[in-house]
């Protein structure tokens, strides 16, 4: 008689009884094909578990800085009596192939022929020579700072407080936009070209060319105003009513509550009216006086 196992007694006698047979365990190396356990996390070797981040292009903060905009490069300082106020016009040093499309005079006259009251508490211009990464991430024609300091690289205090700062561009510009464009960069579009600009549609991208004179016609009878307006309507919303004894943070916190588009569109709009209001008296456009600022 041939001799069983125990196993397979125990499955005979299970049987006879109708008592199920347990399951075997099955082992490991019965696992699905084509499973490979150091993939189990979809994020390795992707952006969500940091791949590629030390690659990004960004603009480096020296250390205690908020903005790139708190240091400046070597400068010069000149001091003007504008509107019979002081303004100080510091000039930060140009790259080559770099250029202001406006001079000292240039910003003094046009402040003259603007109400001393829309900008009173602007006492600093600055031109200012971005860099090559500001250029690319946050390019512009300039910009309103409500407050705060720059400082040079030895950590000295340059300027403090309000001030308007106008960048310098690279000779031949040529800027290119995507052809579908949203509403507010379409109206940006045609205000380009408005200014002189050589705007033409070249594939699936509009293609600007910048000139000096055509950036001087931005930065002065445009961006200079546009930023007026940023501050007249800072004038409006928070200076007055807190001198009248409304608590100052909470204007400010107000203030900037506001969608940036509706704050843009305020700037815009007061341009627009003080471009059309200047016009109509002779007082712009006006020759260009005296040489672009070179530090």
């Known amino acids: 008689m041939r001799c069983r196992s125990s196993r397979a007694i125990r499955g005979w006698i299970n049987c006879r009884l109708g008592v199920a047979s347990p399951v075997p365990r099955r082992h490991h190396s019965s696992m699905r094909a084509g499973y490979n356990p150091t993939r189990r996390n979809r994020n390795i070797g992707t952006a969500k ?115 308007i700062l106008l960048d310098a561009i690279e000779e031949g510009l040529c800027i290119k936009w995507p052809a579908r464009l949203a509403l507010e960069d379409q109206a940006e579009l045609e205000r380009l070209h408005a200014d002189g600009h050589e705007v033409e549609r070249a594939g699936n991208h509009h293609v600007v060319r910048i000139t000096a004179e055509s950036a001087r016609w931005t930065q002065l009878y445009r961006t200079m105003l546009h930023e007026i307006g940023h501050w007249f309507d800072w004038l409006e919303k928070v200076e007055g009513p807190a001198g009248r004894g409304e608590d100052f943070d909470i204007l400010v916190d107000r203030y900037f509550a506001r969608p940036q588009a509706e704050r843009e569109a305020f700037a815009n709009r007061y341009a627009a009216r003080a471009s059309v209001r200047l016009k109509a008296v002779g007082a712009i456009p006006f020759e260009p006086l005296g040489n672009t600022p070179i530090a």
């Open 49 to 163: 578990q940091g791949h590629g981040q030390n690659n990004r292009l960004v603009i480096p903060m020296p250390g205690g800085l908020h903005s790139s905009l708190d240091r400046i490069g070597e400068h010069v300082r000149e001091r003007r009596q504008v509107a019979g106020a002081d303004v100080t016009f510091i000039i930060e040093a140009l790259r080559d192939g770099c250029l202001y499309p406006c001079s000292i005079d240039d910003v003094a006259s046009l402040l003259e022929r603007v109400p001393a009251s829309d900008w009173a508490g602007i006492k600093t211009i600055v031109f200012r020579q971005p860099s090559r990464k500001q250029e690319i991430l946050c390019p512009a024609w300039g910009r309103l700072r409500y407050g705060g300091t720059i400082a040079s690289g030895k950590n000295r205090i340059v300027a403090r407080g309000p001030m």
